[in-house]
T-cell receptor, first 114, second 112 residues
Framework: ETGVTQTPRHLVMGMTNKKSLKCEQHLGHNAMYWYKQSAKKPLELMFVYNFKEQTENNSVPSRFSPECPNSSHLFLHLHTLQPEDSALYLC?????????????FGSGTRLTVV | GQQLNQSPQSMFIQEGEDVSMNCTSSSIFNTWLWYKQDPGEGPVLLIALYKAGELTSNGRLTAQFGITRKDSFLNISASIPSDVGIYFC????????????FGTGTRLQVTL
């Protein structure tokens, strides 16, 4: 399998649930990212990981907890979310954070919080 | 912070027509990228621009890096139904190498 794979594709969760989003890349990239895409808003960067180390947290609420066990895998742990957190969550990877090339995105997880 | 404004926000065009969209910034970027997002998918990179004034083509797509470094343009010639989707511009500075700033997107719909 190649590219950036995100699971699940769709997720419905209650506000008291705990769930996790998974991202896996088979491109040999060193940097991975979480983005949030809400309707009628620009893509919002959430977290950046470079060689498994978190290098950026874009003022994301603590109910979102990222984990990067290695350069190929990235998780986003979710707990006590709010309905306004419903969005498409996109994972991306790149060769490195210093590269000028673009990111490769996954297909996203469509999250609905009820 | 930096903002990227794309226009138009949405457009309906007939198959075969040419399309133009643009992206403007309140500050300078050193790299401009154009992405397309199909329904239910993540964005896919179309064209990357690295130099002011640069004009780059990818099939029916042509993009230009504005000479002021504060804008970029994307043109699609002879549109076809599969051009439907949302087109995003993205800018990057060497000073913020880890971060792409994305535009608000242009939604393109093609009528037969």
């Amino acid at each position: 399998e190649t590219g950036v794979t995100q699971t699940p594709r769709h997720l419905v969760m209650g506000m008291t649930n705990k769930k996790s989003l998974k991202c896996e890349q088979h491109l040999g990239h060193n940097a991975m990212y979480w983005y949030k895409q809400s309707a009628k808003k620009p893509l919002e960067l959430m977290f950046v990981y470079n060689f498994k180390e978190q290098t950026e947290n874009n003022s994301v609420p603590s109910r979102f907890s990222p984990e990067c066990p290695n350069s190929s895998h990235l998780f986003l742990h979710l707990h006590t979310l709010q309905p306004e957190d419903s969005a498409l969550y996109l994972c991306a990877s790149s060769q490195g954070t210093g590269q000028v090339s673009g990111y490769t995105f996954g297909s996203g997880t469509r999250l609905t919080v009820v | 912070g930096q903002q990227l404004n794309q226009s138009p926000q949405s457009m309906f065009i007939q198959e075969g027509e040419d399309v133009s969209m643009n992206c403007t910034s309140s500050s300078i970027f050193n790299t401009w990228l154009w992405y397309k997002q199909d329904p239910g998918e993540g964005p896919v990179l179309l064209i990357a621009l690295y130099k002011a004034g640069e004009l780059t083509s990818n099939g029916r797509l042509t993009a230009q890096f504005g000479i002021t470094r504060k804008d970029s343009f994307l043109n699609i010639s002879a549109s076809i139904p599969s051009d439907v989707g949302i087109y995003f511009c993205a800018g990057r500075n060497t000073g913020t190498a880890s971060k792409l700033t994305f535009g608000t997107g242009t939604r393109l719909q093609v009528t037969l």
